[in-house]
């Protein structure tokens, strides 16, 4: 043990050492900071990785990528056997060795595998991916590197979307039982799936089978061409930001969402059907204009009441006795909340930002559905309810409209990646829906009216001065500033705000809502100036866009 020890120690501090004294953090995205810091964290979590893997007995993933920031950023992240995000308990783990000095690697990798009783030698697997940033092939090698160095294997996948890597972890961890752990099988569970579900008609009433996607210029871009072969006739997309320009940059499901306008490449027409994705591929939101040219944003929150209220009507035509809920957080539009409880009577939970908060919620629910308003979600099926759905899906003895509509549950279950939010299985399952209602997009919109609301960032000197409580709802510290921002609120009518830390750099995310969008702009404005004098900000002081 201590020659594999001792070898991991010098080839780290030979090839990446840790070259400055930054305290790098591991959040509720993984890591993520200026590619150039890097490469010391990327290969100790390659030797982290392959250390679980022994721990679980199991394929622990690794993927490296930055979602939706932009290129100068990267980041990694481990998925857990299950697909899951990294054990709690973990995260303070990764973020000790990413950040002990050079001579001390090797004294804490050994206080790793002592304390988790992991037995160095054990056979251990590790499947890496990574987004299409430049930065990143240099990145996975040091992942690669780290794993071996302690004797570990490795599956490098090359260029992946990140719910894809998640897919894979699980196919392979189930024996296969979730399906085969390589791309033809993700496309082939999803796209044969879809094509049952939609039958001989790709229209269906105000329901047209073409749509213009936004693909970030991201890896999502990439993977829906691949798609597309596999669907056919279908769907017909038409893809814009397919990777001729900078990744993220005025595009992506972020930049739609926070400046609520189309990308800049896109030149939309009245009722034109259109989506976005993020640059690994896990989020998703939609967008159109409207009769009058105004631009009309669906995002997460819209996505997960549609799939929620059809859903809700499947299991009632099934005849199946199963409980749903829907998981939201405190950045769900309020219209939202008050349409799933009060029209779709599904039960609300909120839980903390942060997609392990809401899928570890969601699995409460025999059909759990999980969607930030941010576009990533997705929904989840207890073992409960699959063994009922697929019972029920081949009963001779019920009548033949409930064992139809199984059927149609059942399939659904295959469009989904139950395993992460993942906005390439989450575009065909909105499809799925919308062509099963004949809707258009403003059909779909007419469903209840988003409250105005206005998403500002204020960067600051330490992100952890911001305390918060009520899943995030309210601040505790630093004192005072839930008072001035309780204040604020109440100038402006319908108006409701938070401020929380972010989980991957020095900022605070602040969120507004209110009766117009003029009064929702100057709530956030007010509450993110607060932030700044109260919080110790740095940097320009915060404006709204233009």
Known sequence: MADILNNSQQLGAEKYPRKSEKLIQYG??????????????????????????????????????ASHNDEPDNGVKLVDPHGEMLEASWEGIATKLANVKNEELKSTMCDI??????????????????????????????????????????????????????????????????????????????????????????????????????????????????????????????????????????????????????PHSMQLEVGQRAASLDGDADRLVYFYLDTQGKFKLLDGDKIATLVAGYLKKLVKESGLNLNMGLVQTAYANGSSTEYINNTLGVEVACVPTGVKYLHHRALDFDIGVYFEANGHGTVIFSPTATDMIKKAASDETLPSDQVATAKRLFLLMDVINQTVG????????????????????????????????????????????????????????PPGLQTEIDSIVAKFNKGRSFARPSGTEDV????????????????????????YELANGVGTVPSLPN
């Open 28 to 65: 509720t995205s993984g890591f993520r900071t200026k590619a150039e810091e890097l490469a010391h964290v990327m290969y100790r979590m390659g030797v982290l990785a392959a250390f679980r893997s022994m721990q679980k007995n199991a394929v622990i993933g690794v993927m490296i990528t």
């Open 113 to 262: 595998l002592e304390e988790n009783k992991i037995e160095l030698g054990k056979n251990a697997m590790v499947y890496v991916g990574r987004d299409t940033r430049p930065s990143s092939p240099y990145l996975a090698q040091a992942v690669i590197d780290g794993v071996e160095s302690v004797q570990g294997c490795v599956t490098d996948f090359g260029i992946l979307s990140t719910p894809q890597l998640h897919f894979f972890v699980t196919c392979q961890n189930t024996n296969k039982a979730y399906g085969e752990p390589n791309e033809e099988g993700y496309f082939k569970k999803l796209a044969s799936a879809f094509k049952a579900l939609r039958g001989e008609s790709a229209d269906n009433g105000q329901y047209q089978h073409s749509l213009t996607l936004d693909g970030a210029n991201g890896v999502g871009a990439l993977k829906m061409k691949i798609l597309q072969e596999y669907l056919g006739n279908s769907l017909e997309v038409s893809i814009f930001s397919s990777g001729d320009g900078k990744l993220n940059y005025q595009c992506g499901a972020d930049y739609v969402k926070v400046l609520q306008k189309p």
């Open 422 to 477: 993942d906005a390439l299985s989450d575009l065909l399952l909105v499809e799925t829906v919308l062509h099963a209602f004949g809707w258009s997009l403003a059909e779909w919109d007419a469903a209840y009216t988003d409250l105005p609301n206005r998403q500002m960032k204020v960067s600051v000197a330490d992100r952890n001065v911001i305390q918060t409580t009520d899943a995030e709802r309210r601040c505790v510290e």
């Open 508 to 531: 605070v995310r602040v969120y507004a809502e209110a009766d117009t969008q003029a009064n929702a702009d100057q709530l956030a404005h007010q509450v993110a100036l607060k932030i």
